[in-house]
């Protein structure tokens, strides 16, 4: 989808892209492999293409959020926030120039761990709130 529409944007003086890696970008767990896997080389795709479309004056933002209300997540029993919460937060970063949005408390908190000894991480993935029980 980039590759469709970053010449235009280039073409028209440059623009924006927001890009929803989501917080399972970074860290995994059981049942959801292949899916933290792929978020992850979203994540790194979203890095990646903003250094290309750098030059032409194109920003892209990446949008990490937990769990949303939305179809998709229907059948997940934890918290989950407002989605018009998240295109707050996403529209409003993009119009900021950020290229990373954090959009809630979950993302915030596995952001952090990445820092951390991730057996605290996991230990924790049973305890917190808004966190895939396994």
């Not at 469709?4 to 944007?9: E, I, M, Q, T």
């Not at 492999?33 to 479309?53: D, H, V």
């Not at 750098?54 to 926030?81: C, P, S, W």
């Not at 998240?86 to 970063?93: E, I, S």
Request: aromatic letters at 8%; a negative charge.
């Amino acid at each position: 989808m980039v590759r469709a529409f970053a010449p235009v944007l280039g073409g028209n003086g440059g623009g924006a892209i927001l890009n929803a890696p989501s917080a399972a970008s970074w860290f995994s767990y059981d049942g959801a492999t292949a899916y933290g896997a792929a978020k992850a080389a979203a994540w790194s795709l979203t890095n990646g293409i903003r250094l290309e479309l750098a030059g032409q004056g194109t920003l892209v933002t990446g949008l990490h959020l937990g769990a949303a209300d939305t179809d998709m997540m229907a059948d997940y029993h934890g918290e989950k926030g407002d989605p018009a919460d998240v295109v707050r937060a996403a529209l409003d970063g993009t119009e900021a120039g950020r290229l990373e949005v954090v959009a809630d408390e979950w993302s915030v908190h596995v952001k952090a761990s990445l820092a951390a000894d991730p057996g605290a991480f996991y230990t924790d993935l049973d305890r917190g709130p808004g966190l895939p029980r396994r």
